[in-house]
């Protein structure tokens, strides 16, 4: 298995705390994406949308998505399920992980960032505007639908966490990149804490990984 990964991805984040969950130890390929190794022919030749991250488990096509890879190693390796059983269940925390992963995060990735500064002409303070601005729109919803909802427990459904409990994690990540105060979102924040705890969520963390600022670790 071949993982490749950047430190601060929080889509390939999204992927490692599921591996970890599993306990699986995949080889990881570093794709600097400050660098623009995703546009390398090497990389392209693996995932043609040049994103990361991107799974190789065996034979067979390279796996891509974040919510895709996690649903994938969930069906192969059950244990611990990374979904709950109930319908109602499963259909919350697919909603969770896609307000993080279909919705806010696609807004923010580099190749956004770098086409609101080189072809719209934003400056650095308009484009940190603009991704606070969808982060902040991701976490008002997620902490309505947390608080309110009735399927909130310990994690954001019941008391085991699921891939709802993954994206929120990343998501408070992107929050920390941008320096969002979490403040305002006590039910998140509290869910977050909780998945922390968990040494497959810590591990993970874009900052404990290698190439990651050491000043921040």
């Given amino acids: 298995m071949k993982l ?12 490692r705390i599921a591996l970890n969950l599993k306990g699986l130890k995949p080889e990881v390929v570093n794709i600097d994406l400050m660098k623009g190794d995703q546009r390398q022919p090497q990389f392209k030749a693996v995932n043609p949308q040049m994103v990361i991250p991107a799974l ?6 390279v796996l891509f998505e974040s919510l895709a890879i996690i649903e994938y190693l969930d069906e192969v390796h059950p244990h611990p399920p990374l979904l709950p059983t109930e319908p109602r269940a499963r259909a919350f925390v697919r909603g969770i ?6 919705d806010s995060h696609p807004l923010l990735v580099p190749r956004v960032r770098n086409y609101l500064t080189g072809e719209l002409k934003l400056d650095q303070a308009g484009v940190l505007k603009w991704t606070r601005h969808w982060v902040a729109e991701a976490l008002n919803a997620i902490e309505a639908h947390l608080a309110n909802d009735g399927m909130t427990g310990k994690f954001c459904c019941g008391e085991q966490p ?9 998501q408070a990540a992107g929050a920390g990149f941008f320096e969002l105060d979490l403040k305002p979102y006590p039910t998140f924040s509290r869910v977050v804490d909780a998945c922390m705890q968990i040494e497959a969520f810590a591990a993970a963390h874009p900052l404990k990984q290698p190439g990651a600022p050491v000043s921040h670790q």
Avoid: K, N
């Fill in 4 to 15: 490749f990964s950047f430190w601060r991805s929080l889509a390939t984040y999204r992927v």
């Fill in 56 to 61: 190789i488990d065996g034979d067979g096509p």
């Fill in 97 to 102: 992980a896609q307000i993080v992963a279909a």
């Fill in 162 to 170: 699921s891939i709802g409990d993954i994206c929120l994690a990343s």
